[in-house]
């Protein structure tokens, strides 16, 4: 008994000896393998140091300060249009009436496309329809009452222009047209802003030089306040027709589409010019655009504020072409200038005495390089000044003093200058009154009020409410977005049954109020289903213009 007693002793000893060293073993091999993977996650990278990222300290330099500065003084331009189509449209081969900013060549892929489908299955030609387009474009404040400069095409032949202010005032203002000029390709536009603007400085661009550095602040693509810097390339770049005037600076600050209008600007922030146009063979920025010098547009931009229009001055001649061949003077044995071709019967160069085949080699003292540079500078000369003028003739020089007149009086009957003259009068749609004309804003809808079984039959549990019938092009409603087809319950909050109580609202409305339609809109139901619809709210403010 006793040695069964101790054999069993010894069992549960050896046994507990046991369950102890495989408990032991557990916990190093669990601590073990905790410690492998943890060894692993530590030496993924042991080498490596985990990055820091500072506090935020803004290092600043001459640009960052200059586009700060200028940032309240640049808008975005927007303005739309809606191509006519021709009155009759199962006629062939019209087409749309061009659009603004394009020239006449075609897409012939996008010819094809569109007579694929002109055809319905009886084979004539479903009614067309003109969609509203929309373009973009820069300018720059330079009064705080809010007129703006920027290129004429810009908003050239369209329905709205509509300004948007970068900063705090995120308000869409609907701007009107003061004055363009197509020779220049400028216009002035107006906008009233809530509060006073921050107009921009204006430099002298008779300073600029090659070499000088030069910054580009626009909406390119649409990109809102984009800036771009470079150098002034050249100076004096003439690549306009035989009646412009442009004389552009030329730099590589990057100028894409949606750049036009806005400014380039020296280091200090002064504006040196506008930014107009780019050579370029794939559409967009290849190192070359043109700015007009700043100088010519404040003689434009003066001239629109004084009196709606550009007065430019002339003596009342044409020259021969090709006088900027030095070997032409040459061979006469002069200096280079103007040879006169004919001298406008009755104009100042007539009064004067001079005549054709007279080089004329000075103004005011000052040698003329060739007929642009007489035009430039003549233009630029107020109507009424007497200038002083030295021509050579039969290798003799002479001098006349001219009296300059308005080359729209001079030139009265050459068409040219007659077809400029009407492309200077700004769209009737677009500047529809003058600023201190009252105007009864109306929201441009033919309504018609529901009836009962009107209201049934369209699945409407409202009451009340009037279907838009129609929208006017070129109103209030249209800006906003109301459609036909649309049924307006309320406007403010105020429930509407007729046109009576449409009209009562309307006589509580002042330019730039804030109108809020709640309206029914129809969504398309499925194949012979009725549509469906759905409540929500359209708004905008009345213009102000």
Known sequence: MRWFKVMRQQKLLSLSLLLV???????????????????????AAPDASPLVVPSAVQLGNEFSKLAQRLEPSVVYITADYTPKVADNPHARGHEEEEEPGQGNGKDEGLDLFKRFFRNGPSGEEPPQRAFKQE??????VVDKNG??????????????????????DSTEYRARVVGIDPETDLAVIKIDPKSPLVPVSIGNSDAVQVGD?????????????????????????????????????QTDAAINPGNSGGPLLNIRGEVIGVNTMIATQSGGYQGIGFALPINMV???????????????GSIGIEWYPGDDKPELFKGLGT??????????????????????????????????????????????????????????????????????????????????FAALREQSEPEASINPVKPDEPRQYKFGVKLHALTDNERSAMGLDAKGGLLIQSVDSDSFAEDIGLAEKDVILSINRQPVENVDEVRKIQGTLKPGDAVAFHIMRPAPGGRGHAPQWTSTFVSGALPKE
């Open 135 to 140: 373009q973009s474009g820069t300018g720059f």
């Open 335 to 416: 200096s280079p200038g103007v040879l006169i071709r004919t001298v406008h019967k009755g104009g100042p160069a007539d009064k004067a005495g001079l005549k054709a085949d007279d080089i004329i080699i000075a103004l005011n003292g000052k040698p003329v390089k060739n007929g642009d540079d007489l035009v430039a500078r003549v233009s630029e000369t107020s109507v009424g000044a007497t200038v002083a003028v030295t021509v050579d003739r039969d290798s003799k020089h002479m001098d006349f003093n001219l009296t300059v007149l308005d080359r729209a009086e001079v030139f009265k009957d050459d068409s040219r």
């Open 213 to 249: 550095w030069a910054v580009a602040i626009g909406s390119p693509f649409g990109l809102e306040a984009s800036v771009t810097a470079g150098i002034v390339s050249a100076l004096g770049r003439n690549i306009g027709g035989p009646l412009q005037l442009q004389r552009f600076i």
């Open 21 to 43: 060293t495989l408990s032991i073993g557990i916990v190093i091999g669990t601590l073990i393998n905790t410690g492998v993977h943890a060894a692993r996650g530590q030496v």
């Open 147 to 168: 007129y703006i400069i920027t290129n004429q095409h810009v908003i050239a032949k369209v329905d709205h222009i509509k300004v948007k202010l970068h900063g705090d």
């Open 298 to 312: 404040a003689r434009v931009y003066n001239d629109i504020i004084r009196t709606g229009r550009v007065t430019r």
